[in-house]
T-cell receptor
Framework: GENVEQHPSTLSVQEGDSAVIKCTYS??????FPWYKQELGKRPQLIID?????GEKKDQRIAVTLNKTAKHFSLHITETQPEDSAVYFC?????????FGKGTSLLVTP | NAGVMQNPRHLVRRRGQEARLRCSPM?????VYWYRQLPEEGLKFMVY????????ESGMPKERFSAEFPKEGPSILRIQQVVRGDSAAYFC?????????????FGSGTRLTVV
């Protein structure tokens, strides 16, 4: 089955800096790669997704890049704010369902 | 639109009891997915259902766990004879169609504690 690796497991940045989270996947047939943000005690919420027919997608301060050849994709958050502090999960589509990375705990300090 | 509704939010069971977790998908969504989340861990896929059908249960333990999504009513994840290791947050998600064409919307989860 699909295996998704996510790094780093924790990330601490100062407010205003950029944060980058990287994921790799194993199934070359995967064609859908979403990112979820989960605040403490709450549900995971979709923040951005990318499909395999594009290499980059941007939504305000958030961008995702995809390298299908290398089978990796990354989340970029610019001008980080304290409210960006949360756990971020990458995922890749398997046969029928999403397979998730183990998460990155992002802390943005004022 | 009420979103994906899960209940109960918190469930405490003694070892050996049964746990029933319910999930009502978003209106118009006919695909339901169940995930388990342990502390400090990611979301582990358990089972994917469409109305009256289990499509993929490759992530579900073979014993004590079962899931259904009847024609009428919510999807149910049932855990029989619970053990301490079953303590986790269980999330369901729904989508209106095939994954890839559509993403997931998650419910708020059920936090199961086995004492």
């Amino acid at each position: 089955g699909e295996n998704v690796e996510q790094h780093p497991s924790t990330l601490s940045v100062q407010e205003g800096d950029s944060a980058v989270i990287k994921c790799t996947y194993s199934d070359s047939a995967s064609n859908y790669f979403p990112w979820y943000k989960q605040e403490l005690g709450k549900r995971p919420q979709l923040i951005i997704d990318i499909r395999s027919n594009v290499g980059e997608k941007k939504d305000q301060r958030i961008a995702v890049t995809l390298n299908k050849t290398a089978k990796h994709f990354s989340l970029h958050i610019t001008e980080t704010q304290p409210e960006d502090s949360a756990v971020y999960f990458c995922a890749a589509r398997g046969d029928y369902a999403l397979n998730f990375g183990k998460g990155t705990s992002l802390l943005v300090t004022p | 639109n009420a979103g994906v509704m899960q209940n109960p939010r918190h469930l405490v069971r003694r070892r050996g009891q049964e746990a029933r977790l319910r999930c009502s998908p978003m209106k118009g969504h006919s695909h339901v997915y169940w995930y388990r989340q342990l502390p400090e861990e990611g979301l582990k896929f358990m089972v994917y259902l469409q109305k009256e059908n289990i499509i993929d249960e490759s992530g579900m333990p073979k014993e004590r766990f079962s899931a259904e999504f009847p024609k009428e009513g919510p999807s149910i994840l049932r855990i029989q004879q619970v053990v301490r290791g079953d303590s986790a947050a269980y999330f369901c998600a729904s989508s209106p169609g095939v994954l890839g064409a559509y993403g997931y919307t998650f419910g708020s989860g059920t936090r199961l504690t086995v004492v």
